[in-house]
Nanobody, 119 residues
Framework: QVLLVESGGGLVQAGGSLRLTCAVS????????MGWFRQAPGKEREFVAR????????YHADSVKGRFTISRDSAKNTVYLQMNSLKPEDTAVYYC????????????WGQGTQVTVSS
């Protein structure tokens, strides 16, 4: 079993910053990736960023490129999402997820953390 626990969400003014944390525990896999997603009220879930655990390769959605950065600390089994220059449209519940085989299928999800950006 895999357990993902997000933290770090909150209320911030436009232009501000937040860092989300995802603690990973339980079963591990030989080649997995971690991703961040978000879902705003009334909208579909949206991919934000991903990182391969072994090599640390990253990919960010165009909507957040240059403002958000995904990273991981292997020693702490933790994934981060540094969010800078936040905009009101970044308001959403943010979820971390694990793709056990790095094939684009996220099987494990955290409970989510709310990020609210005021204008």
């Amino acid at each position: 079993q895999v357990l993902l626990v997000e933290s770090g969400g909150g209320l911030v003014q436009a232009g501000g910053s937040l860092r989300l944390t995802c603690a990973v525990s339980g079963r591990t896999f030989s080649s997995y990736s971690m991703g961040w997603f978000r879902q705003a009220p009334g909208k579909e879930r949206e991919f934000v960023a991903r990182i391969t655990w072994s090599g640390g390769s990253t990919y960010h959605a165009d909507s957040v490129k240059g403002r958000f950065t995904i990273s991981r600390d292997s020693a702490k089994n933790t994934v981060y999402l540094q969010m800078n220059s936040l905009k009101p449209e970044d308001t959403a519940v943010y979820y971390c997820a694990m793709d056990p085989s790095s094939m684009g299928n996220y099987h494990y999800w955290g409970q989510g953390t709310q990020v609210t950006v005021s204008s």
